[in-house]
């Protein structure tokens, strides 16, 4: 099985009950996170490439499927 075989799995399995619990557990953490990362790039100490950009959009999507 190829690497991109193996992600496309992971990626079309559904959350359990206990997954989703711990993400919604995380959510002040991530999102505290996110705003600081926010603040970074407005003040210019954090300037992302577009790998950065890319995996954060593919991770947004993955998170709503």
């Known amino acids: ?3 991109h075989a ?3 799995d992971r ?3 559904v959350p359990s009950m206990a997954e989703a619990g ?3 557990a995380e959510e002040p953490e991530r999102l505290a996170y996110l705003d600081g990362l926010k603040h970074q790039i407005r003040e210019g100490v954090y300037q ?3 790998r950065d950009l890319a995996r954060s959009l ?3 999507l ?3 499927l």
Do not use: F, K, Y
């Open 1 to 3: 099985m190829s690497t």
């Open 6 to 8: 193996s992600h496309q």
């Open 11 to 13: 990626l079309l399995t």
């Open 22 to 24: 711990c993400r919604e």
């Open 48 to 50: 992302p490439d577009i």
């Open 58 to 60: 593919a991770n947004m």
């Open 62 to 64: 993955v998170r709503d």
